[in-house]
């Protein structure tokens, strides 16, 4: 997303009202993947001024229920947003200092695993995260 039109007819397209808070968040997910709701709060105020918390909670779900930005829940962190939808990629995240990078399925088409017993689901995704301690973080530990 590059431009404030390319975003525009994005949500119409989606049938996603078009605001000035909607702009922003959808520019500040992209600028910054793996975002905290809180995060993404400070970088549109940054831009646009005001704006509740509760603003960017609630347009974040919309966003989210029109698979317009993926809301992922790591184990023991708040959710995180990102644009990239609609593929077939896990997330590597570090234990220590929580940077998170989007991993591509090495299998393929989605789900990209099967499962052993489905139990009569149709499963549409298969979610991974790898956890691990980066560089940095290994680093600094000795």
Known sequence: MTTTDEVDQLLRHHGVQVTA??????????ARPHATADELTDDVRAVIGSISR?????????LVDKHL??????????ARFENRVDDNHHHLICRTCGSTFDI???VGA?????ADD???????????IYWGRCPSCRRSTT
Do not use: F, K, N, W
Request: negative net charge; proline residues 6%; aromatic residues 4%.
């Open 104 to 106: 591509d399925c090495a």
């Open 118 to 128: 489905d139990h009569g689901y149709e499963i549409d995704e298969a979610e991974v």
């Open 21 to 30: 808070q909607r702009l922003a968040i959808m520019r500040a997910v992209s």
């Open 69 to 78: 930005v993926r809301r992922i829940q790591p184990a023991g962190s708040p």
């Open 54 to 62: 509760q603003a960017v909670y609630d347009s974040l779900g919309v």
């Open 110 to 114: 989605v789900p990209c695993l099967t």
